[in-house]
């Protein structure tokens, strides 16, 4: 590893030690039908998120749910101390496209039709509204 390179990598992990996440990879469901349920909770309270995941039909809320409740803990771990309410925000979620299996389904006349079996990576980001300010 060069110099240059091990300086940034150095920065981009000093950079990382104030920021809290949590990564959820290789989900089984389609990229879109997860960035429905990420766009509900963006920008929204911590507590106020969970309960809006709680109480959704959709099944993508229920490992958002799970995902939202380990950046809390990785916020909570870092900071050794509790979360109050109304102090934790979700900063960032954004969904990326994972893995995409790609399978074959019998079709009239001999033919073979492809199906695509999608997954996603979804990363959200926590943070405090007065560390924002200062930044």
Partial sequence: MGARKRISAEKIKEA???MYFAKL???PTSPRKMRLVAD???GMEVNRAL???KFST???SIRLEKLLRSAIANWEQKNERKA???E???TTIFVDEGVTLKRMRPAPQGRGYRIR???NHVTLFVGSKNTNDKN
């Fill in 16 to 18: 990382r030690k104030t």
């Fill in 40 to 42: 509900m909770i963006r």
């Fill in 25 to 27: 990879r290789n989900v």
């Fill in 58 to 60: 959709k099944e993508a």
């Fill in 117 to 119: 079996k999608r997954s």
């Fill in 51 to 53: 309960g809006v995941l």
């Fill in 84 to 86: 109050e309410d109304g």
């Fill in 88 to 90: 934790l925000f979700v």
